[in-house]
């Protein structure tokens, strides 16, 4: 997801016409790699330890400037990346999670001890880039993410944005979001039918307890599939928590890291 940009005003509708979730979109396109302009890179790019963040949708990278800038964080490559389709990749859309993770492959293969960090639709795909590369990833923090089949099927608002009339009325990052949303509940199908035991290394889902976006229940079921992971469910917290307690999350990421 973006900084409350753009997103805001679909997130708001959606909010106000029933719970879901606000994320992702896509064409059928081939894997493709994701080109320079959609990498932005902070903190110490000569670490050996780096940290990958991976927006939501509709987002960009810039969804997390305020974890590039981090003074806590500063020792460390931080690196965000537009998805496929989204802020300045150059790709087109791209609606399966499995491409989508083997776009972002090569960041993961440079022989540095790497962590990836995903909020809403970014968790899931950062999960399955941790299932193509698991001995590549050496952690995974998951926020406010999507994981139940059962609970990102298609809303009827869903339906009625994926009509021609919409395509003239709502912004096209819009559109690319609801497309995606169209086909979640299969991707994630094919996400949970793999073999989630392979991945060793530590996980730490975070979710807002009052997030009526993403339910709180997807997280709840990556803790069933993922016994070993620490499951944090945050009172009082919404889908927003990635820009809304950045503390909390800023000092997840250290404590991911010196594991």
């Known amino acids: 997801m973006a900084k409350k940009p753009v997103l805001s005003v679909f997130l708001i509708l959606m909010e106000a016409i029933s719970p879901g979730l606000a994320m992702a979109e896509k064409k059928a396109t081939s894997t493709q790699s994701i ?7 902070a903190g110490n790019s000569a670490a050996e330890r780096r940290v990958i963040f991976i927006h939501g949708s509709p987002g960009s990278k810039e969804a997390y400037d305020d974890y590039l800038g981090h003074p806590a964080l500063q020792h460390l490559e931080l690196v965000s990346v537009d998805r496929p389709g989204f802020g300045e990749s150059g790709l087109p859309v791209e609606t399966s999670i499995q491409k989508q993770a083997e776009a972002l492959i090569g960041l993961v293969h440079t022989g540095k001890e790497t962590w990836v960090v ?26 406010a993410s999507a994981f139940d089949p059962k609970l990102e099927s298609p809303k009827w608002y869903n339906y009625i944005t994926d009509t021609l009339l919409a395509n003239f009325v709502l912004p096209d990052d819009l559109l ?21 035991s392979v991945l060793k290394m530590p996980v730490i889902l975070v979710h ?3 997030d009526d976006l993403a339910n709180p229940g997807n997280s709840r079921y990556a803790k069933a599939k993922l016994p070993s992971a620490e499951l944090m469910m945050m009172p009082g917290e919404g889908h927003f928590i990635l820009w809304e307690n950045v503390p909390l999350l800023v000092d997840q990421i250290k404590t991911l890291v010196s594991k």
């Open 118 to 143: 995903g909020h809403s639709l970014g968790g899931p795909i950062a999960l399955q880039l941790a299932l193509l590369a698991p001995d590549s990833v050496s952690g995974l923090l998951l926020i």
């Open 176 to 196: 690319k979001s609801n497309r995606e949303m169209m086909v979640l509940d299969k991707e994630l199908e094919k996400l949970a039918a793999q073999n989630w």
């Open 35 to 41: 080109t320079k302009a959609s990498i932005k890179i």
């Open 208 to 210: 807002g307890a009052e």
